[in-house]
Nanobody
Framework: QVQLVESGGGLVQPGGSLRLSCAAS????????MGWFRQPPGKERQFVAA????????NYADSVEGRFTVSRDNAKNTVYLQMNSLKPEDTAVYYC???????????????????WGQGTQVTVSS
C-alpha cells in the first residue's frame, strides 16, 4: 500500500513563500509521475503542478506558472512544491498524488493519479 504524507503548510502573508514536501512509501517512487493539486474552500480540487518520474519534465497550471516550482528527490522518495509570491487566492488544502501507471507520463487530471495524500492547509492572509 502506498502512503503519501504532505507537510510544510501553514499561514503566510501575501508575497511570502512556503515549501511543501510529500514523502512517499514504497520502493518504486522513482518510476511514477507525481502531481500536486489543491482544493480552495467551497471549490473543486484543481491541478497545480506535475513532474515526470525522472524529474526531467514539469507542467504547471496557468495560475501558478512562474511562482511555483515542483521538484523531486528520488533518493529520498520525496516530491516538493516551492511556492513563492503567494496570493490570498492560493489559500487551499494542497494534496500530492502518485501517478497511476509505472513509467507513465504525468497528467493534469485527477484521473491520472491512483494514490493521494491527506492534504496540508495553506492559508495566505495578512
Amino acid at each position: 500500500q502506498v502512503q503519501l504524507v504532505e507537510s510544510g503548510g501553514g499561514l503566510v502573508q501575501p508575497g511570502g513563500s512556503l515549501r511543501l514536501s510529500c514523502a512517499a512509501s514504497g520502493r518504486t517512487f522513482s518510476s511514477y509521475a507525481m502531481g500536486w493539486f489543491r482544493q480552495p474552500p467551497g471549490k473543486e480540487r484543481q491541478f497545480v503542478a506535475a513532474i515526470s518520474y525522472s524529474g526531467g519534465n514539469t507542467n504547471y497550471a496557468d495560475s501558478v506558472e512562474g511562482r511555483f516550482t515542483v521538484s523531486r528527490d528520488n533518493a529520498k522518495n520525496t516530491v516538493y512544491l516551492q511556492m513563492n509570491s503567494l496570493k490570498p487566492e492560493d489559500t487551499a488544502v494542497y494534496y500530492c498524488a502518485r501517478g497511476t501507471y509505472l513509467g507513465g507520463p504525468y497528467s493534469t487530471g485527477r484521473g491520472g493519479y491512483a494514490y493521494w495524500g491527506q492534504g496540508t492547509q495553506v492559508t495566505v492572509s495578512s
